[in-house]
């Protein structure tokens, strides 16, 4: 038996062929049932099967190299498609999906075939609860080897959106799954497909709200995001610990790709050190921010002989 490593690109090849399988069954489901609601998950389903092919485009170009066009790499192109695809997800397929199930509730209809329906469900359930398994089970084992106190404080300082992105739209993908499915049941109980018509706006709200969190984490991270506190704070406490460093002056660092920081310092050394033991200070502090935080990829040190004379209010680290 040959066992394949999780990575982020097999989590969204696994999601896209399972989303795409998916979709095409929703459809001859929404066909021969006539449910809102189903139609509704087809839609959605189509969405992330498209949303997954972006996000394995983004991540495929993402590892391409052209030192003279992007001497730093090409990782942001992850967080361009993952805009990209929060977009469609809340501009286009939520918004979609909404007003199908608006225009639902002013239509007359009638549910034809919900055994094909249900089933169409259960598959769906099934496969989307796999891929969220191998998702979420490899965001979990990015959790524990980082040494987060809990997995909100992780989920805050998550910076992979493709992984991200694949991991909020399975779990939305099943929640839409469980909304269709209490939607035309009620609807068969009671007669009434009002209750179908409405899971379908709900499904729409879900993919709306979606969309609306990956594209504000996409965002952030595409204009620039800086590191976490978390970090901030190891790379403060390995600089002051280092007996070569006299003040703290300035320290930027940003993402250019999910697990590559650019980090620039501004160091104030000590009076009295010879250029080589200031070099060898720095590459002593490299790699000490590298052991503790592995995904410091380039560091910049500037080393200031004198301390500017700042005012109080413009003192990074008094």
Same mark, same amino acid.
């Given at each position: 038996?040959?066992?394949?490593?999780?990575?982020?690109?097999?989590?969204?090849?696994?999601?896209?062929? !399972?989303?795409?399988?998916?979709?095409? $069954?929703?459809?001859?489901?929404?066909?021969?049932?006539?449910?809102?609601?189903?139609?509704?998950?087809?839609?959605?389903?189509?969405?992330?099967?498209?949303?997954?092919?972006?996000? @394995?485009?983004?991540?495929?170009?993402?590892?391409?190299? #052209? %030192?003279? +066009?992007?001497? /730093?790499?090409?990782?942001?192109?992850? /967080?361009?498609?993952?805009?990209?695809?929060?977009?469609?997800?809340?501009?286009?397929? !939520?918004?979609? $999906?909404? /007003?199908?199930?608006?225009?639902?509730?002013?239509?007359?209809?009638? =549910?034809?075939?919900?055994?094909?329906?249900?089933?169409?469900?259960?598959?769906?359930?099934?496969?989307?609860?796999?891929?969220?398994?191998?998702?979420?089970?490899?965001?979990?084992?990015?959790?524990? +080897?980082? &040494?987060?106190?809990?997995?909100?404080?992780?989920?805050?300082?998550?910076? #992979?959106?493709?992984?991200?992105?694949?991991?909020?739209?399975?779990?939305?993908?099943?929640?839409?799954? &469980?909304? %269709?499915f209490v939607g035309i049941t009620l609807s068969l109980i009671t007669k009434n497909n009002?209750?179908?018509?409405?899971?379908?706006?709900?499904? !729409?709200?879900?993919?709306?709200?979606?969309?609306?969190? @990956?594209?504000?984490?996409? *965002?952030?991270?595409?204009?620039?995001?800086?590191?976490?506190?978390?970090?901030? *704070?190891?790379?403060?406490?390995?600089? *002051?610990?280092?007996?070569?460093?006299? +003040?703290?002056?300035?320290?930027?660092?940003?993402?250019?790709?999910?697990?590559?920081?650019?980090?620039?310092?501004?160091?104030?050394?000590?009076?009295?050190?010879? $250029? &080589?033991?200031?070099?060898?200070?720095?590459?002593?502090?490299?790699?000490?921010?590298?052991?503790?935080?592995?995904?410091?990829?380039?560091?910049?040190?500037?080393?200031?002989?004198? =301390?500017? #004379?700042?005012?109080?209010?413009?003192?990074?680290?008094?």
């Amino acid at each position: 038996m040959v066992l394949v490593k999780t990575t982020t690109r097999n989590v969204v090849v696994r999601a896209f062929l !399972g989303d795409l399988l998916i979709a095409i $069954t929703k459809y001859i489901a929404a066909i021969f049932s006539g449910s809102a609601a189903m139609l509704a998950e087809a839609i959605h389903s189509s969405s992330d099967t498209v949303n997954q092919f972006l996000l @394995l485009l983004g991540y495929n170009l993402s590892t391409k190299k #052209d %030192a003279s +066009k992007f001497p /730093f790499g090409r990782g942001r192109e992850q /967080f361009f498609w993952s805009f990209v695809v929060a977009i469609l997800v809340f501009g286009i397929s !939520g918004v979609l $999906t909404f /007003f199908e199930g608006v225009l639902k509730l002013t239509t007359p209809y009638k =549910i034809r075939d919900p055994i094909s329906a249900y089933l169409v469900l259960a598959f769906s359930f099934a496969v989307d609860g796999y891929v969220l398994f191998i998702s979420s089970r490899f965001f979990l084992s990015k959790y524990r +080897k980082q &040494g987060y106190a809990d997995p909100v404080s992780f989920m805050k300082d998550f910076k #992979d959106p493709v992984l991200l992105t694949a991991l909020v739209e399975d779990t939305a993908a099943l929640a839409g799954v &469980g909304t %269709a499915f209490v939607g035309i049941t009620l609807s068969l109980i009671t007669k009434n497909n009002v209750f179908d018509a409405a899971s379908s706006i709900v499904i !729409g709200i879900i993919m709306m709200v979606s969309g609306l969190y @990956l594209s504000k984490k996409s *965002k952030d991270l595409l204009i620039g995001e800086g590191i976490s506190a978390r970090d901030q *704070k190891k790379i403060e406490e390995i600089l *002051k610990s280092n007996s070569s460093v006299n +003040k703290i002056l300035d320290i930027k660092a940003i993402y250019q790709g999910p697990e590559k920081i650019l980090l620039a310092m501004d160091l104030n050394f000590k009076d009295g050190l010879s $250029t &080589g033991e200031i070099e060898r200070a720095i590459d002593e502090i490299e790699l000490s921010i590298k052991s503790s935080i592995p995904f410091v990829d380039r560091i910049y040190v500037e080393a200031e002989e004198k =301390i500017p #004379d700042l005012k109080p209010q413009e003192r990074l680290y008094p």
